[in-house]
């Protein structure tokens, strides 16, 4: 079989490139220029530059292609990211990209090129279900590496189509099979940002691709009383309590963000813990539409534990009634439901 490779040059997509050639499967590299900065792949946490990917792929004597998607990537993810962030919500790029690119637009050029399989350097696992026939999604071998949370919107036909070979691996085996095929990637440091907000400044570079200020607005306290003045809504993010710009005399934590009539509800530390969220968009793996409640546990972040929890679905509209309270369930965020290892569903925090 043939299989597209999603290659950044970083060390995960090209240990998962070397092992797919291993496997016996026909490669093709790739690369996605996603914005005029570079070309980075968010697959991998590292940042390298695109040429790195055609060395690798040179190296492994396989073709490869680097695929102008800038205008695809900028109204998909970036449009998306700010859109949502001037609605007072805090989304994730990592999951929309995802969505939208690398098993969207980069999973129809593999079609163009006659390739039945799209690899990448995801940390996460994909199996057939021998009993129901059904492909699932799990978290990777390597728990602190687990990206199965940014996968969740899966379905059944993108499932069948994907090859995740780091998911049986950890990091250290990852960038030791790397370092014995002689790749200079090897010890390559990882950076944690967002692929386009290099330096971590959400509000500078929205501001700048969106050509527009945020104006500042209200501090309300819960009963809507004016505390004091914020300087722009896409500064501040659910159960914020630092860098708030004034002090209040004791700690404020931000509880609510609205876009609207931007304002910025404080309150108390306990005020941003609750027992429920309000989901939209639900997918479920297995395609399926659950009748009534079941019971699971939920991941509300990238990398927090998992919480034991109630879920009550209704079409795509889901409610979540944890256990325990939870702190600042923050909208536009993914809440990702969770069987053990095995990834059920999830959607997006209203």
């Known amino acids: 079989m043939k299989a597209l490779i999603a290659m950044s040059g970083g060390v995960d997509s090209s240990v998962a490139a070397m092992l797919t050639q291993k496997n016996g499967y026909e490669c093709v590299g790739c690369t996605m220029e996603l914005f005029d900065a570079g ?4 697959t991998d946490s590292d940042m390298p530059a695109g040429s790195d990917a055609a060395a690798v792929a040179e190296s492994l004597g396989i073709p490869f292609y680097s695929f102008d998607m800038r205008d695809d990537f900028r109204a998909n993810v970036i449009d998306d990211f700010i859109c949502k962030y001037a609605a007072g919500r805090t989304p994730n790029p990592c999951i ?38 059904l492909y ?6 390597d728990l602190s590496k687990d990206q199965s949370y940014v996968l969740y919107h899966l379905s059944q036909e993108q499932l069948s189509r994907i090859l995740l070979p780091l998911g049986e691996y950890t990091k250290d085996e990852a960038r030791k099979l790397a370092a014995e095929a002689g790749f200079t990637n090897a010890d390559r440091p990882e950076s944690q940002d967002i692929c386009f907000v290099p330096e971590g400044d959400y509000a500078s570079v929205i501001e700048e691709y969106a050509g527009i200020e945020f104006p500042p607005g209200d501090f309300v306290d819960l009963e809507g009383n004016v505390m004091g003045t914020h300087k722009g809504i896409i500064n501040y993010t659910i159960g914020q309590h630092k860098r708030l710009g004034q002090a209040f005399g004791v700690p404020r934590y931000v509880c609510r963000i609205d876009g609207e009539t931007n304002r910025i509800t404080l309150g108390g530390p306990d005020d941003v813990f609750s ?33 034991p929890a109630t879920v009550r679905m209704l079409s795509s509209e889901a409610r979540v009634l944890f256990d325990e309270p939870q702190r600042a369930i923050t909208p536009g965020q993914a809440a990702v439901f969770y069987d053990g290892d095995r990834v059920l569903g999830g959607g997006t925090i209203i």
């Open 136 to 141: 699932t999604l799990s978290k990777a071998k």
């Open 39 to 42: 070309c980075p792949d968010p």
């Open 96 to 133: 929309v990209c995802n969505r939208t690119m690398k098993f969207g637009a980069l999973l129809e050029k593999a079609t163009e090129l006659g390739c039945e399989k799209i690899v990448t350097g995801h940390y996460a696992r994909i199996a057939m279900d021998e009993d129901t026939g």
């Open 275 to 307: 027992s429920e969220a309000s989901l939209r968009d639900c997918t479920m793996i297995d395609g399926s539409i659950p009748e009534g409640e079941f019971r699971c546990s939920v991941r509300l972040r990238y990398k927090q534990q998992e919480q």
